[in-house]
C-alpha cells in the first residue's frame, strides 16, 4: 500500500487560509468516507483534527475543515495563527488497512 | 477520558527483537482497537498495525507481516508491540494509538511513543 501524496509544504501570513491536499486511489480515499487529518507539533505525538472526511473532534477550532472530491481529500485551515505551524498528516481505511500521507509541513510566515 | 502510556526508550542491537508497552488508562483495553504507528527520524507515519485485543485476528501492514505481533495483557491493562530481526532502517519512535473501529483510520488518543534505536 503506497503512501497517500501530500505536498511537502505550504504556507500563509497570519489569518490568511492554507489549503492542503491528499491523493490517494480508488482503494483508499476514493473508496472509503474515513480520512483522517493529524497535527504535530515537533517532538509531539499527531493529534486527531479532523475525521471521516469533514468531522471536528470536541475542542478543534472550526477554522479548520475537510472535504474530498474523488480521490483527494483536502484540508483547509483558515484564519492562519502561529500555533498552526506544524506538520500536517492525512490518513485513510484501505481495506484492512490504514495508509498515512507523506506529509505537509505548514509555515506561518 | 482514556490515556494511553507507553515504555520507556530501547537501544538494540541489529538482529535483536524488542516489545513495546502501551498501557490503557481511564478505559478497558478490550474495548478498542489498539494500533500501532512509526515514525522514522524526520520522517513521516506509518501504520503498523491494529487488534482489538481479545478478539479476533489483528491486522499487520504487508511491509511489517511476519516481524511485528500484537498481543495485550488483560490483567495489566497493557497492549504489546513485538518487533523481530531489527534493522538499523527500523530506528524510530513508535506509538500506539486508539481508534473506536478496525475500519475507520481515526486515530483520535495516542501514546506519547517509544524511541527504538538500532545500533551495533
Known amino acids: 500500500q503506497s503512501a497517500l501524496t501530500q505536498p511537502p509544504s505550504a504556507s500563509g501570513s497570519p489569518g490568511q487560509s492554507v489549503t492542503i491536499s491528499c491523493t490517494g486511489t480508488?482503494?483508499?480515499?476514493?473508496?472509503?468516507?474515513?480520512v483522517s487529518w493529524y497535527q504535530q507539533h515537533p517532538g509531539k505525538a499527531p493529534k486527531l483534527i479532523i475525521y471521516?472526511?469533514?468531522k471536528r473532534p470536541s475542542g478543534v477550532p472550526d477554522r479548520f475543515s475537510g472535504s474530498k472530491s474523488g480521490s483527494t481529500a483536502s484540508l483547509t485551515v483558515s484564519g492562519l495563527q502561529a500555533d498552526d505551524e506544524a506538520d500536517y498528516y492525512c490518513?485513510?481505511?484501505?481495506?484492512?488497512?490504514?495508509?498515512f500521507g507523506t506529509g505537509t509541513k505548514v509555515t506561518v510566515l | 477520558q482514556v490515556q494511553l502510556v507507553q515504555s520507556g526508550a530501547e537501544v538494540k542491537k541489529p538482529g535483536s527483537s524488542v516489545k513495546v508497552s502501551c498501557k490503557v488508562s481511564g478505559g478497558t483495553l478490550s474495548s478498542y482497537v489498539i494500533n500501532w504507528v512509526r515514525q522514522a527520524p524526520g520522517q513521516g507515519l506509518e501504520w503498523m498495525g491494529g487488534?482489538?485485543?481479545?478478539?479476533?485476528?489483528?491486522n499487520y501492514a504487508q511491509s511489517f507481516h511476519g516481524r511485528v505481533t500484537l498481543t495485550a495483557d488483560r490483567s495489566t491493562n497493557r497492549a504489546y508491540m513485538e518487533f523481530r530481526s531489527l534493522r538499523s532502517e527500523d530506528t524510530a519512535v513508535y506509538y500506539c494509538?486508539?481508534?473506536?473501529?478496525?475500519?475507520?483510520?481515526?486515530?483520535?488518543?495516542w501514546g506519547q511513543g517509544t524511541l527504538v534505536a538500532v545500533s551495533s
Open positions: 487488534s482489538i485485543p481479545f478478539f479476533g485476528t489483528p
Open positions: 480508488s482503494s483508499d480515499v476514493g473508496n472509503y468516507n474515513y
Open positions: 490518513s485513510s481505511y484501505a481495506g484492512r488497512n490504514n495508509v
Open positions: 494509538a486508539i481508534s473506536n473501529t478496525e475500519y475507520d483510520s481515526c486515530f483520535h488518543t
Open positions: 471521516e472526511v469533514n
